[in-house]
């Protein structure tokens, strides 16, 4: 395979963060004509904005989840993300149209009722891997994105709090390599998303397992020596590996990233390079899109004003 050589990073983008960061935000308050709270919208067109304009990106994707209580994970266990609300019909308006938006402006984004935003930054990451020597820069706050870190040039980018974490960050961090965190909360868990790990087995001893044994299922394949580890608790330890083995296994499954979708129905799964180039905002559709949701005039000047600042680099 001939791979492209092209020396900026490929930005993936996971939506849900800034989207539900500006809902929640008592900094960000935007309402329409009639008073409706149009926050998670502005917010996120704001966010994506600011980011074009400081970044100039040569490449870039935008993730959406849309697979809550839907998706497959979900069935494979119903307990996953349970912690979570469904959006209400507002803010379900409003998802629908930080979609529409990133059409509008001319970015590639996907969206699945299977997979979530993560499996499809996952997937795009691997995808332009098998055609390039891209650095990926996935801009989110999602700890559990770090199992995507593969060169140590590729990072997990907090755009909020401007903080970079790299491949060495994640080992000074967590005591494991990137690779290793879907084994890691398969053994300590994950309350985030519901995920239950194994009763009794904390961050610190997830760490010291796998320090000695590269996965979870290196762990299940040498349970004898886990026995007899220098670690405190290691008789006990073994036991409840022994006890939640099928836990473990559907934990870490949950927390592992699909990174190889190819289902035909998933644009994102044959998604190649060249796709993922912004094109030129289409300015008329932009201006209709601010009509249809009745954005005030001060709040449609404002983000016309950033509309424009991104179209002329």
């Known amino acids: 395979v001939s791979h492209l050589l092209t020396s900026s990073p490929v930005y993936l983008i996971d939506a849900s ?7 929640f935000s008592p900094y960000v308050e935007c309402h329409d004509e009639n008073g409706k709270d149009l926050s998670a919208l502005y917010g996120f067109m704001s966010f994506l904005f600011q980011f074009m304009r400081r970044v100039q990106p040569s ?33 379900e308006i409003q998802l629908a149209g930080c979609s529409e938006f990133c059409s509008i402006i001319g970015l590639a984004s996907f969206a699945s009722k299977v ?34 870190l593969q060169k140590q040039a590729d990072c997990l980018w907090d755009y909020g709090n401007n903080r970079k974490r790299f491949r060495a960050n994640v080992v000074d961090e967590y005591g494991i390599f990137p690779e290793q965190f879907p084994d890691y909360l398969g053994l300590s868990g994950d309350s985030v998303d519901c995920i239950s790990g194994i009763p009794g087995v904390g961050p610190v001893k997830a760490k010291e397992l796998l320090n000695r044994f590269s996965s979870l299922e290196a762990i299940y394949g040498n349970l004898d020596k886990v026995r007899d580890l220098p670690i405190r608790g290691a008789v006990r330890l073994t036991e409840l590996l022994k006890e939640h083995y099928e836990l473990a296994k559907l934990s870490k499954v949950l927390a592992t990233i699909v990174c190889n979708v190819e ?40 983000l016309m004003t950033l509309a424009q600042r991104v179209s002329k680099q």
């Open 115 to 148: 997979y979530e935003g993560d499996d499809i930054i996952g997937t795009i990451a691997n995808r332009v891997r098998a055609e390039s020597d891209c650095d990926v820069h996935i801009i989110s706050r999602d700890k559990d994105l770090v199992q995507l």
């Open 59 to 91: 490449h870039v994707a935008i993730a959406h989840d849309a697979s809550l209580f839907c998706g497959f994970r979900h069935k494979l266990c119903e307990n996953y993300k349970s912690n979570r609300e469904l959006p209400d019909e507002n803010l």
């Open 263 to 302: 289902d035909p129905e998933e644009s994102f799964g044959h998604v190649v390079l060249e796709e993922l180039k912004p094109e030129r905002m289409n300015k008329g559709l932009f201006g209709d899109f601010l009509k249809n949701y009745q954005f005030r005039t001060r709040d449609k000047e404002r």
């Open 17 to 23: 963060i800034y989207i539900f960061r500006a809902h």
